[in-house]
């Protein structure tokens, strides 16, 4: 089973042991552009499930053992591969989750050749030195768990999905990865590129499907012993739950609702370009600063500058390098944004910015959208709604910014503007998340933690933190 997309010929088969693997059923991937069915693919049950884990169980007695430097030379290999195909990669990608092409080709792919490059570099000097404990020697070594099941949303398929895997697998680890059925195609085309690598067979397994049936099953399975899953809190309860029979460990990078607090300080221009990129990806991105707190004696002169700055994003097609913004990824997904708007509405609060569809483009196109100082319990300020949709309140003082920006049931990130450097070390430090940005947004170094606190999530990835989530760390105490 095949599709050509944008003149790309992909194997929409699951990716088992090392072949090609079909399905009776199928699922439509429709692109997000104009919402057209643009592949079949094969849609696993349990039975595909329990090819994948046995697959990788097997592999994983080999690839449990390999060397650190053969691991490392091979997703040295599989990044050669991701940047051999990076124009492949990039007009799949937008053709199948509506993102900008440009950033697929100079932001995001070459991010996910640095995935597997960084962690093969960083297995390479993981290292805990040895200690002496009454002249008894502590060794400290990063034992591979064994199959980790991986499982991530569409907003951003490759990029999220190599940066679990490719620690897992540089951890020795064997994989089976269960795309976003609303975006799976470049899953596909890189287990092609790992096959093309060298990459041994069933160390890394795709396994295309839903997520109620293949990824129910993959989080079931008692043959998984890690879960990493990048997705929506409700889905995370229903894996914790299934975790819970097996006792897996658990690695869970989920929503956000984040605070963008700017002080009457900062540099206005820099604060409000920053403040309208939170409607980068159309709104569909987990650590968005959605809640803009801006102090009051500013505000009149941001919401302006800030409007102003809004209405000018070009909205249309992604494959199109003017572009600013695409669609929403599916109607479903648009409809929950539309649902969203329209309640708050309902409510008493009208847009100051958009406020519905984008009745010119039609189709999944969202406007830009910011409502002005919800109450604190309003819907629209409390939930996540992963589209293009801010709000905007204002506070007088430092206390107040911290205190508004702390309440929420979220803690992945938050975004600090000021001009005061001992301000931005005071407030980002009593900020509940993840990760605080000061005066930037998104700029990220795979060596820091990754990961959200509350309904954010469960543990952190990046660096050492991914190596201790796949592996069993062990203590080995030698006698003198
Ligand atoms: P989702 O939870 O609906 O789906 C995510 C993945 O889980 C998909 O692959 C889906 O097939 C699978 N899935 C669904 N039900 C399942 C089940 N019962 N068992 C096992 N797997 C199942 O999330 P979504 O709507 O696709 O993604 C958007 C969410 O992801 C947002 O909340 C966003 O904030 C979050 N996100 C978080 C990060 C982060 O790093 N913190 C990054 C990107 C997106």
């Given at each position: 089973m095949?599709a050509t997309?944008?003149?790309?010929e992909?194997?929409?088969?699951?990716?088992?042991?090392g072949r090609?693997?079909?399905?009776?059923?199928?699922?439509?991937?429709?692109s997000?552009?104009?919402?057209?069915?643009?592949?079949?693919?094969a849609?696993?049950?349990?039975?595909?499930?329990?090819?994948a884990?046995?697959?990788?169980?097997?592999?994983?007695k080999?690839?449990g053992?390999?060397?650190?430097?053969?691991?490392?030379?091979?997703?040295?290999?599989?990044?050669?591969?991701?940047e051999?195909?990076?124009?492949?990669?990039?007009v799949?990608?937008?053709?199948?989750?509506?993102?900008?092409?440009?950033?697929h080709r100079?932001?995001?792919?070459?991010?996910v050749?640095?995935?597997?490059?960084?962690?093969?570099d960083w297995?390479?000097?993981?290292?805990?030195?040895?200690?002496?404990t009454?002249?008894?020697?502590?060794?400290?070594?990063?034992d591979p768990a064994?199959?980790?099941?991986?499982?991530t949303?569409?907003?951003?398929?490759?990029?999220?999905?190599?940066?679990r895997i490719?620690?897992?697998?540089?951890?020795?680890?064997t994989?089976?990865?269960?795309?976003?059925?609303?975006?799976p195609l470049?899953a596909?085309?890189?287990?092609?590129?790992?096959?093309?690598?060298?990459?041994?067979?069933?160390?890394?397994n795709?396994?295309?499907?839903?997520g109620k049936?293949?990824?129910?099953?993959?989080?079931?399975?008692?043959?998984v012993?890690?879960?990493?899953?990048?997705?929506?809190v409700?889905?995370a309860k229903?894996?914790a739950a299934a975790?819970?029979?097996?006792?897996?460990?658990l690695?869970?990078?989920?929503?956000?609702?984040s605070?963008f607090?700017?002080?009457?300080?900062?540099?206005?221009?820099?604060?409000v370009?920053?403040?309208?990129?939170?409607y980068?990806?159309a709104?569909?991105?987990?650590?968005a600063?959605?809640?803009?707190l801006?102090e009051?004696?500013?505000?009149a002169?941001?919401?302006?500058?800030?409007?102003?700055?809004?209405?000018?994003?070009?909205?249309?097609?992604?494959?199109?390098?003017?572009?600013?913004?695409g669609?929403?990824?599916?109607?479903p997904h648009f409809?929950?944004i539309?649902?969203?708007?329209r309640?708050?509405k309902?409510?008493?609060?009208?847009p100051?910015?958009g406020?519905?569809?984008?009745?010119?483009?039609?189709?999944?196109?969202?406007q830009?959208?910011?409502?002005?100082?919800p109450?604190?319990?309003?819907e629209?300020?409390?939930?996540?709604?992963?589209?293009?949709?801010?709000?905007?309140?204002?506070?007088?003082t430092?206390?107040?910014a911290?205190a508004?920006?702390?309440?929420?049931?979220?803690?992945?990130a938050?975004?600090?503007?000021?001009g005061?450097?001992?301000?931005?070390?005071?407030?980002?430090?009593?900020?509940?998340?993840?990760?605080v940005?000061?005066?930037c947004f998104f700029?990220?170094?795979?060596r820091q933690?990754?990961g959200?606190?509350?309904?954010?999530?469960?543990?952190?990835?990046?660096g050492?933190?991914?190596?201790d989530?796949?592996?069993d760390?062990?203590?080995s105490?030698?006698?003198?």
């Amino acid at each position: 089973m095949a599709a050509t997309v944008e003149g790309v010929e992909i194997d929409t088969r699951h990716w088992i042991g090392g072949r090609r693997v079909d399905s009776a059923d199928r699922f439509q991937s429709i692109s997000p552009i104009d919402e057209t069915p643009i592949a079949d693919v094969a849609s696993a049950g349990s039975a595909e499930i329990e090819q994948a884990a046995a697959a990788a169980q097997t592999a994983f007695k080999t690839w449990g053992r390999t060397g650190r430097e053969e691991r490392a030379r091979l997703l040295h290999k599989i990044a050669d591969g991701v940047e051999a195909n990076i124009e492949r990669l990039a007009v799949v990608e937008t053709r199948d989750n509506g993102s900008l092409l440009r950033s697929h080709r100079r932001g995001v792919m070459p991010r996910v050749a640095h995935n597997f490059r960084f962690f093969a570099d960083w297995l390479l000097q993981l290292d805990h030195p040895d200690f002496d404990t009454r002249g008894h020697r502590n060794h400290v070594s990063w034992d591979p768990a064994g199959v980790a099941a991986i499982i991530t949303p569409w907003n951003a398929p490759l990029m999220l999905g190599t940066w679990r895997i490719a620690p897992a697998l540089a951890s020795g680890c064997t994989v089976v990865y269960k795309p976003p059925e609303w975006a799976p195609l470049t899953a596909s085309l890189l287990a092609d590129i790992t096959a093309e690598a060298g990459l041994p067979d069933g160390v890394f397994n795709v396994v295309q499907g839903l997520g109620k049936t293949a990824g129910a099953a993959l989080t079931r399975h008692p043959k998984v012993r890690r879960i990493s899953f990048t997705g929506s809190v409700p889905t995370a309860k229903t894996i914790a739950a299934a975790a819970a029979e097996n006792l897996v460990p658990l690695s869970f990078e989920l929503g956000g609702k984040s605070p963008f607090i700017v002080f009457a300080d900062t540099d206005l221009d820099l604060a409000v370009s920053t403040a309208v990129g939170q409607y980068d990806n159309a709104g569909q991105v987990c650590l968005a600063g959605t809640r803009i707190l801006v102090e009051e004696s500013i505000r009149a002169k941001f919401l302006a500058a800030f409007t102003e700055k809004a209405q000018a994003i070009r909205q249309g097609d992604p494959r199109d390098e003017t572009i600013d913004i695409g669609p929403q990824i599916s109607r479903p997904h648009f409809q929950r944004i539309d649902g969203f708007v329209r309640r708050a509405k309902e409510a008493g609060l009208q847009p100051v910015l958009g406020g519905g569809p984008n009745a010119k483009l039609g189709g999944l196109y969202y406007q830009p959208t910011l409502f002005l100082d919800p109450p604190e319990n309003a819907e629209i300020l409390r939930e996540e709604v992963f589209g293009p949709v801010l709000c905007l309140q204002s506070f007088r003082t430092e206390e107040q910014a911290i205190a508004m920006a702390n309440d929420t049931e979220y803690g992945l990130a938050g975004v600090v503007m000021t001009g005061d450097e001992e301000r931005a070390k005071r407030v980002s430090a009593q900020i509940n998340a993840g990760l605080v940005w000061n005066n930037c947004f998104f700029v990220r170094d795979l060596r820091q933690p990754f990961g959200g606190n509350g309904k954010s999530g469960i543990g952190r990835e990046g660096g050492t933190w991914s190596f201790d989530f796949y592996c069993d760390v062990k203590a080995s105490i030698f006698s003198p």
